[in-house]
């Protein structure tokens, strides 16, 4: 396993346990021969050798970094303007270099190893003799994971300067009428995460996000599948994007019936200059084969994101139980009621308390005092301190909700500083929700925020933080940047802000923080390299809730999975769910609450109990198990998953109906990714039922299931290894 080369034939094998990729060089371009199963290597291995016909030019090529200009007329994985105007540049094959382990990239989140024997690292060397322009393209192939990571470093080692227009991480070719379908998260605010699949003709399928982050409407993920690919079975290559900026993604399919898969920064609205000298890196595309259906491949992607992308104290730590003050009180409130729904979260066992927005400035509503980071004292006489102190008396961690990225024009900053916001000279400035976004191309105003929020966490024992940002980038400019460089503006935000990540995140090693953008609006791999878990919607129905989680899980793992229970009727969409029922959907990721509990009846608080003493037990197998999606919420009436121990030894299983079905069938869910040979203990979360059954006729027959004849009906499974099944 690792990397093979073969120099007489121009050949590259990079193998892990079960997945090879080759690239081949012909004609002096780097070219894609194979993705897939992991095949033996053999030498010689002319027999792959690519073959096209004489004369077909770069437009019947397989490349591994395509350009435009030169007789491919596909798209581009990037795109350079030269001094004169012209944009032709023909990239040639230079050399390459090995090297173990993975290196990071400067400036952006990515994937790492903790011992160099984890990876191997391939970089091929391309030259455009004519401009100067040079590419190494980088591959790192896990030997244990089916893993590989692509990104690309653009340089000018010429003597004039060069534009970029595009710069894309990765291009992938695939060869022959495949008749894949791609499948992608679509979706908007309150309804994030929803499954796009579809089949791909001659033409372009394309996906984007032109907002400034990676956004509701798209996440920075796509996958290529067969037809006959299913949870459990066919082949899935997944492209997932680690960025949180702009993005696009698109599948290509040409009159010959190959297929290329492109992805990286949004093109659109972008540029960036090169003087003589400097590089420039894209952020990396993390690439995952499974051969084994799409929860092959969402697995992969959770072990792999779960621990070698989230960084940490809180990577490998149990995830605390919360509550989170925003929809019982919204801006009304005083110390003495966030004091009062935090006793009552102590009798029920919650552990950490967070105060949401209104505690600073004169914030007694969303349109003033973002960028005036100081404690309320009309609300809060004895400030953060006091707040913090009276609910660690009561044995709760104290967490706080902030909006760093923003500025509101009705605020202190906006009066002393109304140029630190985004903004193009004498064009009107667009609100929404009246507030406009801080300029983080600049130093300045990164620096004035680390030390705004510095002072409060060096000041107040704060234990979370959510970090939340409400709106998209307008009037895309910046004051600091001369006018050859106004492109450049998006992207220098998302390198400003995670900089700023960086270095607030490594400072307050001992805060757990939760990134936020109006619920899903930037859950991607980027953010959660600097914050190991995301709220993933507004909504917290647990109907709406059901598709959400599901659909995020495809790509993230549960340990990044905010999951609230709110109060009914939901506010959101109006809906009455019982308190079970959201329960068992918001015990499947991080777990807590989003109402006032001192409103809770006895009956309530004992249901609210039993849950948190039903969490804290599962929660270790909740979020460092392995997802198995069972039924999709998109496909029916019923949804179900289950995790899986490591060993193979432990399971929890939940299902849910939604509607009541009069004169139902028997019906049987059948488990996933137990041990054939071992018999298991079955104890029903709710009726108390036990049995004993083997995981063979788990995973072929299946558990009985047994509703009331009522809507929003749930049910949970608690699954035990007892000993070898018997013949």
Not at 118 to 125: F, K, P, R
Not at 376 to 400: C, Q, S, T
Request: proline residues 5%.
């Amino acid at each position: 396993m690792g990397i093979i080369v073969q120099e007489q034939a121009g050949l590259f094998h990079l193998q892990s346990s079960g997945m090879s990729y080759i690239i081949q060089i012909v004609d002096g371009y780097p070219v894609h021969v194979y993705w897939g199963s992991r095949l033996k290597h053999r030498e010689p291995m002319s027999g792959l050798l690519i073959h096209t016909p004489k004369q077909a030019g770069l437009d019947r090529l397989p490349q591994e970094y395509p350009q435009y200009g030169s007789g491919d007329f596909r798209n581009p994985a990037y795109q350079v303007e030269l001094e004169d105007g012209t944009r032709i540049t023909e990239l040639q094959y230079e050399g390459y270099r090995l090297m173990k382990g993975k290196p990071s990239l400067p400036g952006l989140p990515a994937v790492y190893t903790e011992d160099a024997a984890e990876a191997d690292t391939l970089e091929l060397e391309l030259t455009d003799a004519y401009s100067g322009l040079t590419v190494v393209l980088s591959y790192s192939i896990f030997a244990d994971r089916n893993v590989m990571v692509r990104s690309a470093r653009l340089g000018n080692q010429g003597e004039k300067k060069l534009r970029l227009r595009r710069a894309l991480s990765a291009s992938v070719d695939f060869p022959g009428t495949r008749g894949f379908e791609i499948t992608y998260l679509s979706g908007a605010w309150a309804r994030e995460g929803n499954i796009t699949r579809k089949p791909l003709h001659q033409g372009e399928v394309r996906i984007d996000s032109k907002r400034g982050m990676s956004s509701h409407q798209f996440n920075p993920f796509a996958a290529l599948v067969t037809p006959e690919t299913t949870e459990s079975q066919g082949e899935a290559f997944g492209f997932s994007l680690v960025y949180s900026g702009g993005f696009e993604a698109a599948a290509e399919v040409d009159s010959f019936g190959s297929t290329r898969l492109s992805i990286g920064i949004n093109s659109f609205d972008f540029a960036w200059m090169l003087n003589p000298g400097e590089s420039f890196q894209t952020p990396e595309t993390v690439m995952v084969y499974s051969g084994q259906g799409l929860g092959d491949m969402s697995r992969t992607y959770h072990r792999l994101y779960r621990t070698r992308l989230c960084r940490g104290e809180y990577r490998d730590e149990e995830r605390p139980i919360l509550v989170n003050n925003w929809e019982a009180t919204y801006f009304d409130f005083n110390a003495d009621k966030l004091a009062a729904i935090a006793e009552e979260g102590t009798k029920l066992g919650i552990e950490l308390f967070v105060l949401d927005d209104g505690w600073f400035g004169k914030r007694d509503a969303d349109n003033s005092s973002l960028g005036d980071w100081v404690e309320d004292r009309r609300k809060l006489p004895g400030g953060l301190a006091d707040v913090a102190e009276r609910i660690n008396r009561l044995g709760l961690k104290f967490g706080l909700w902030v909006e760093p990225e923003m500025i509101s024009p009705d605020s202190e900053l906006y009066r002393k500083h109304p140029d630190w916001c985004l903004h193009v000279p004498e064009r009107r400035r667009t609100e929404a929700r009246w507030q406009l976004v801080l300029d983080y191309t600049r130093q300045e105003v990164r620096d004035f925020i680390y030390a705004s929020l510095s002072a409060v966490f060096s000041s107040v024992p704060v234990a979370y933080v959510k970090w939340d940002m409400n709106r998209c980038l307008t009037e895309i400019g910046s004051a600091n940047l001369p006018p050859e460089r106004q492109p450049e503006t998006a992207h220098r935000y998302v390198l400003g802000l995670y900089e700023l990540l960086e270095r607030i995140t490594s400072a307050f090693p001992h805060i757990l923080f939760e990134s936020c953008s109006s619920g899903g609006g930037r859950f991607d791999p980027g953010m959660l390299y600097y914050m190991p878990q995301t709220w993933t919607s507004d909504n917290t129905d647990a109907v709406e809730r059901l598709k959400i989680q599901y659909g995020t899980s495809l790509v993230y793992p549960v340990s990044a999975i905010g999951a609230h229970v709110s109060a009914v009727p939901n506010h959101q969409v109006g809906r009455i769910t019982p308190l079970d029922f959201r329960g068992d959907v918001a015990m499947s990721g991080n777990f807590g609450y989003e109402l006032d509990l001192t409103k809770f009846t006895e009956e309530d608080k004992e249901t609210v109990k039993r849950q948190i003493i039903t969490y804290k037990e599962i929660r270790g197998l909740v979020q460092r198990g392995d997802l198995y999606r069972l039924k999709s919420p998109f496909e029916g009436n019923e949804s179900a998953w289950m995790f899986v121990s490591e060993d193979k030894e432990e399971a929890l299983v939940y299902h849910f109906q939604v509607m009541a079905v009069p004169n139902a069938p028997q019906r049987f869910l059948r488990l996933a990714g137990l041990h054939p040979e071992l018999e298991y203990e079955i104890h029903s979360g709710y009726s108390g039922e036990q049995f004993i059954c083997g995981g063979d006729r788990l995973m072929q027959l299946g558990l009985p299931l047994v509703y009331e004849q009522k809507d929003y009906e749930s049910g949970w499974f608690r699954v035990r290894a007892i000993k070898p099944a018997s013949a």
